[in-house]
């Protein structure tokens, strides 16, 4: 399940960065953290003392890290499925725009009974 805790992390450092998404336009594929200093979805999760540029340059096909190797890693992810997981890189992956993304934040949140904090 995805915790409100989760959740939280993941919205407000989208919504600081404007709601624009981690992307690498040479390699174009959406990155745990990008270019610009953005952070996808999960990359929001990742403490930076925690994130290895190897996340990222693991394979440019499969989306890198994938759940197994978080799932290892990661407490806060023990209790998310992997459908979850990867709803949430979905959410971000595929919303180019802003309002976009933002909405389809807003519809994980009601889809899983969490509430959409405020912006911070």
Known sequence: MITQ?????IYRG???QGWQRSFDAQRD???Y?????RKCAIGQAIPDDEYDQ???DEDDDVGVFNYDDFHRRRDMFLNITKSQFNELQYAHDSNDE???MRAAFEGIAGKYGL???AAS
């Open 54 to 56: 190897a996340m990222d």
């Open 29 to 31: 594929l959406c990155m």
């Open 115 to 117: 509430k959409v904090p």
């Open 98 to 100: 802003p309002e976009g």
């Open 33 to 37: 953290r990008g270019p610009e200093g």
């Open 14 to 16: 989208l919504s600081a």
């Open 5 to 9: 805790e989760l959740f939280d992390i």
